[in-house]
């Protein structure tokens, strides 16, 4: 059995490594913010108020490419709404905490945190304490988001596009999920899913990023059933 | 006005993350539903990884011939043998930078 504080540091150290993602990505997202002309508090609250990395960048281009605030709005609302699919998944390790408990952890929940506590879960059920590693990974990304996004607007224009820095969003999640190309049924839904997003790209208010999850996931259904 | 969006996009994304985890009691989930969950990363991440490599900054398809096919496909093998996260990573970047700086 691990004590909390251990725990608190398995979660930390598990996404300690997607640093080299997250911060290069919250820079350019502080810096885009400043670009697009909007203010530097204003770009600042959004990483406290919404917290989620490219539906912070989506909103402001939006908003500066002059669409209205209620597409900007629900444009974050679906680009956000896979965090359902992250809480229900997480649920089963949470249910035993208290209501307010729940309503403060939720708040820390992102991907690379989920992807990563989620691994840890899986292979850990019957721990008393496992929200300290959730604790520990998504407090560590908060604290890094909040960082880099500041020190992306403090630098702006500084930083050189033509690094691609976004490149390094990708390859964090390749290397979630690279693991789980041993397994024929993964690799049929991540191919599912993949082609579904290109397929839907287009598709009103970024929604190709919750509509190829659920297309997946059918799949996915469809596979459990033909593996009996 | 702006200010406002912000608000109400933050409360969205708020409800979003803490519905399922704090409202919904996980006994409505049945045995089949929670099996398919089982399913939520291989089934949610590539939606970010394959934009975020076929799709350039203007929405449209990339050429095969693209730095990031490359940076992608070495980040795959790299991670799939290492393990490893950062390497994983930091490979992906530095051969998408080799070729776009170098040749």
């Known amino acids: 059995m691990f004590t909390k504080k251990q725990l608190l540091k398995k979660g930390l150290l598990s996404v300690a490594p997607h640093m080299f993602s997250v911060i290069p990505f919250g820079i350019v997202c502080g810096a885009i913010g400043i670009e697009l002309g909007f203010s530097p508090v204003l770009v600042y609250a959004m990483s406290i108020i919404i917290f989620g990395g490219a539906s912070q960048i989506v909103f402001l281009q939006l908003l500066s490419g002059g669409a209205s605030a209620l597409i900007a709005v629900t444009s974050v609302g679906v680009i956000n709404s896979r965090h359902l699919l992250y809480g229900a998944v997480l649920s089963e390790y949470l249910e035993k905490l208290s209501f307010i408990k729940k309503l403060l952890i939720s708040y820390l929940v992102v991907d690379q945190g989920f992807a990563e506590s989620n691994k840890f879960f899986q292979k850990n059920k019957n721990e008393p304490y496992l929200h300290y590693h959730l604790l520990g990974s998504g407090g560590t990304l908060w604290i890094c988001w909040q960082l880099a996004t500041l020190s992306g607007i403090i630098l702006g224009s500084f930083v050189p596009e033509e690094l691609g820095l976004k490149f390094a969003v990708p390859l964090t999640f390749i290397a979630i999920v690279v693991q789980d190309l041993k397994k024929l049924d993964h690799v049929i839904v991540m191919i599912t899913c993949g082609l579904s997003s290109l397929l839907f790209f287009d598709a009103p208010f970024k929604s190709y990023i919750i509509i190829s999850p659920i297309i997946a996931l059918f799949v996915a259904a469809l596979v459990l059933r033909l593996k009996k | ?103």
Not at chain 2, 19 to 41: F, I, N, Q, S
Not at chain 2, 56 to 67: A, H, K, R
């Open chain 2, 1 to 103: 006005m702006t200010w406002l969006s912000i608000i109400i996009a933050g409360i969205i994304t708020y409800f979003m993350r803490m519905t399922m985890v704090a409202l919904v009691d996980r006994d409505l989930l049945g045995e089949k539903v929670k099996a398919v969950l089982a399913y939520v990363p291989s089934a949610v991440f590539p939606a970010i990884i394959f934009p975020g490599i076929f799709i350039n900054d203007y929405g449209t398809f990339i050429e095969m011939n693209d730095p990031k096919i490359f940076g992608a496909i070495v980040a795959i093998v790299v991670g799939y043998f290492t393990r490893n996260v950062i390497a994983t990573i930091i490979s992906g970047l530095f051969s998408y930078w080799i070729i776009i700086f170098l040749l």
